[in-house]
């Protein structure tokens, strides 16, 4: 396949996880893929092995302003232009609210919310000028509310209120803007909440298997394969949606 040849892809986070298994998607379908993450050799590690025609991995915190400018401005120096943006990078600082600190609600909505906000910022600047963009944000079933997630679930909820509203606002300028949230996806963040709740990873895929339709969990695949699609131009008539991408668990 090669819905993306020609197109320039910046995904975050993707040194590991879905953000890694979402930029060899997007490297599989002929895209050159920009590996964003904290630190670049992991990033560029994990651009080497996209297979893509062209890859390379860029160190950028997100929550910062001047390190995401300079992060933007090389992947259009370097690869030429901007097509794509997924905002994928996330922490979890989980904690019941009476436990929870200043700085882990700070942490998380900084990287998730403020990261958003920031790289889009950066990337429609490219995109308007195009006259053609895809920007997708990762949600996930938490913005629905999970115990112990009060920060997390408040960010992830907000980021489907920016989606919608970029949609709004970039739509006219040929800019497709969605979301996905995932359910439960095997990655080392989850093997962590794991061991967090003194749980083994296989008991804890288990327990969330049983608690949806398609008992099974979700893998980084199954988001590449959701985000592949929405940024698409098979997408074009869908923009300001959150689909949910967690084997039916909140049907």
């Known amino acids: 396949m090669s819905r993306y040849a020609g197109r320039v892809v910046i995904v975050t986070g993707a040194a590991r996880g879905i953000g890694a298994g979402t930029a060899k998607r997007f490297a599989e379908e002929g895209a050159s893929v920009a590996v964003l993450d904290l630190d670049e050799g992991s990033a560029a590690e994990t651009a080497a092995g996209l297979g893509a025609e062209r890859a390379i991995g860029v160190a950028c915190d997100v929550s910062d302003a001047a390190a995401v400018d300079a992060a933007v401005t090389r992947v259009v120096e370097e690869l030429g232009r901007l097509d794509v943006l997924v905002n994928n990078a996330g922490i979890t600082r989980d904690n019941l609210l009476f436990k929870m600190t200043e700085d882990d609600w700070d942490l998380v909505m900084n990287v998730h919310l403020k990261g958003a906000f920031l790289m889009s910022k ?10 053609y963009g895809k920007i997708l944000n990762l949600s996930s079933v938490s913005a629905l509310g999970n115990r112990g997630q009060a920060n997390y679930s408040a960010a992830k909820m907000g980021v489907q209120g920016f989606t919608r509203t970029l949609a709004l606002e970039l739509g006219p300028f040929g800019i497709n803007v969605n979301a996905i949230a995932p359910g439960f996806i095997v990655t080392e963040m989850t093997d962590a909440t794991a061991a967090r709740l003194k749980m ?44 949910y991408v967690d084997g039916g668990a909140k049907v």
């Open 200 to 243: 083994e990873p296989e008991q804890l895929r288990q327990l969330n298997a049983e608690a949806n339709p398609v008992r099974r969990v979700g893998y980084p695949e199954d988001i590449a394969a959701a985000a592949a699609f929405l940024c698409s131009d098979e997408a074009s008539y869908i923009t300001g949606q959150t689909l």
């Open 122 to 131: 950066a990337a429609q600047k490219h995109m308007t000028q195009a006259k």
